[in-house]
């Protein structure tokens, strides 16, 4: 078996010799985010400070790496070789990636980070926080091929209508969105109640002291101490925000399209009608 790396709570077992953190195990029901890449090493990043670095290290989540290029073909272990039909860059092999998958496993769902994918919503967050976790394809060069996404049913999720290096920096931002919504990760639950789409609506403003600061004053209605007042302030602008800053959510908003009750649906209306970005010709996030 392949090694694979693994962040989150230790458990105390007999050894002949230290272990590193990395090669620990992983914590046993606790949701779980495996994540296929050729750079292991930029994991946890930036999943390791804060709220989530907290709740990985309290064993709330895992964290499991598996390094593509262990997978490789050949002395030089290359995953990957020329597009088929030609073309610029190179192409992730199918076999290469279908070991990594076979060795993360089938049991989570199998979701590839990339332009051409539906677009991340909080919904969607929502949909996989309330899961045993995921597995995350991260992808380098022109992509991965067609046949092992389609063979293995694999998701394909978009952070945005750009490109970057690599399926990284989008793996970590799709695991931050997810796993603070697991329960106890956010101290104040009640704040992710009040947080952008939490209702399909954008956040209304926010302040703190001092009351005042370059002349510019907290509304005199939050400082009224009248909580239905405030509460009815803050519904307004975060109104108003939505329907100047976000057109679609706002049509889906005074459409009822996005009833969190019935589908979870918060954001991203317009794309999950089948609006989908068209696929980018560079690399894959």
């Avoid at 307004?236 to 908003?253: F, I, N, Q």
């Amino acid at each position: 078996m392949i090694p694979t790396k693994s962040h989150g709570r230790l458990s105390a077992q007999a050894s002949t010799k230290p272990r590193e953190l990395m090669a620990e195990p992983q914590v046993k029901g606790a949701w779980t985010a495996n994540v296929i890449t050729l750079f292991p090493e930029a994991f946890p990043g930036v999943l390791g400070l804060s709220l989530t670095g907290r709740a990985l290290a309290e064993g709330l989540w895992n964290l499991r790496t598996i390094p593509l290029r262990d997978f490789g073909i050949g002395k030089h272990r290359n995953v990957d070789d020329t597009p088929a039909g030609g073309g610029a860059g190179m192409v992730i092999r199918p076999d290469v990636m279908d070991a990594a998958i076979r060795e993360a496993g089938t049991a989570l769902p199998l979701i590839y980070l990339s332009p051409r994918g539906r677009p991340l919503t909080q919904g969607r967050a929502h949909r996989l926080a309330e899961g045993p976790g995921l597995t995350l394809i991260c992808g380098r060069f022109e992509g991965v091929d067609q046949r092992v996404l389609d063979a293995r049913g694999i998701e394909e999720i978009s952070i945005g209508d750009y490109v970057l290096t690599g399926g990284e920096l989008a793996a970590q931002v799709l695991i931050d969105a997810t796993v603070r919504l697991i329960p106890r990760v956010v101290g104040n639950q009640a704040s992710l109640a009040e947080e952008s789409f939490s209702e399909g609506l954008l956040e209304h403003p926010q302040y703190t002291r001092p009351a005042e600061w370059e002349g510019r004053r907290i509304p005199d209605v939050i400082m009224s101490g009248n909580h239905a007042a405030i509460a009815a302030w803050r519904r307004e602008e975060a109104e108003r925000l939505t329907k100047e800053r976000r057109p679609d959510l706002w049509r889906a908003y005074r459409e009822g399209a996005m009833d969190p009750a019935k589908d979870r649906q918060l954001s991203g209306a317009s794309h999950q009608a089948g609006n989908e970005p068209a696929q980018d010709k560079d690399e894959q996030r």
